[in-house]
């Protein structure tokens, strides 16, 4: 669904790359999380590959459409969600729908249920500039899936919203991967990717450090750990121990075999752990 090859941007038409030489490939139906702290080039290459930045210099193809030469009808194929909202303040949410929609050339999702799916059903005839940040994030969530994009942009798509909310996006994008639909992940938060994500590419300062799946990452750059909670002299002690390492193993085994454990985890290393042992760099 999308192919970028040797990919740079500048802002000022100078050296000053924002995006410096990146490739990578998203297959068709695939989660792919585009990860990286703020000014790593994240919003940059999302801009170029929604149509909202020139292409520079580079090849890149989108749904099908060569952006060197870029297409209205590309629009009815993609659905982006920024993570700035920007609605119709003056408009209710439905009419912000409704008007959105008449942007299409293919046949669109009822409004009304796509608002049910975020809780704004009740809302619905309240003018947008009346909501809360959250509510306005959920409306312009929920205006990107008018059209049944084939190629979903998702910009940092739970910002702002409390966990219940939130959990109600993620199982909204998950439904949709299970109907084929690929989705482009931008986000700094590296929980939700690594939920989501069939594969994420850590981007900074411009330049793509490593593309892999989340359970490859964690496997090369993970420390193997059990983490143990027992019972010393009557006093609760929490040991880890590593599974690589024979000492550790025979510790671990004279424990379980003598100790009193209250709870016993495997402990492995999460994205963002990952993420500043490859860049060194932290996701602020």
Not at 202 to 214: A, E, Q
Request: charged residues 25%; contains cysteine.
């Amino acid at each position: 669904m999308i192919t970028v090859k040797n990919l740079y941007h500048s802002y000022t038409n100078d050296q000053a790359y924002a995006v410096k030489g990146i490739s990578f490939e998203i297959s068709k139906g695939e989660v792919f999380g585009f990860l990286g702290p703020s000014g790593a080039g994240k919003s940059t290459t999302q801009g170029i590959l929604t149509g909202l930045l020139p292409l520079q210099k580079g090849d890149v193809e989108v749904a099908g459409y060569d952006m060197h030469h870029r297409k209205r009808d590309m629009f009815n194929k993609i659905g982006v969600s920024f993570e700035q909202s920007n609605v119709y303040n003056k408009l209710s949410a439905i009419e912000n729908l409704e008007f959105y929609k008449k942007l299409f050339d293919v046949n669109t999702v009822d409004p009304m249920k796509l608002l049910e799916l975020v809780g704004l059903d009740k809302v619905a005839h309240k003018k947008a500039g009346t909501f809360s940040k959250g509510m306005k994030h959920r409306l312009t969530f929920v205006r990107s899936m008018l059209n049944n994009p084939e190629l979903w942009f998702l910009d940092e798509p739970t910002t702002g919203l409390d966990p219940a909310i939130a959990r109600q996006i993620i199982e909204i994008v998950k439904q949709k991967k299970a109907e084929g639909t690929t989705v482009f992940l931008t986000t700094h938060n590296m929980n939700i990717a690594d939920e989501l994500c069939d594969r994420v590419a850590f981007i900074i300062d411009g330049d793509i450090k490593l593309i892999d799946s989340p359970r490859n990452l964690k496997l090369q750059f993970g420390e193997k750990l059990v983490v143990v909670d027992h019972i010393v002299n009557d006093q609760k002690i929490q040991d880890k121990f590593s599974l690589i390492n024979k000492e550790d193993l025979d510790k671990l085994n004279t424990i379980i075999q003598t100790g009193r454990i209250e709870m016993m985890h495997t402990k492995e290393a999460t994205l963002e752990e990952i993420f500043i042992k490859v860049t060194g760099r932290g996701l602020e």
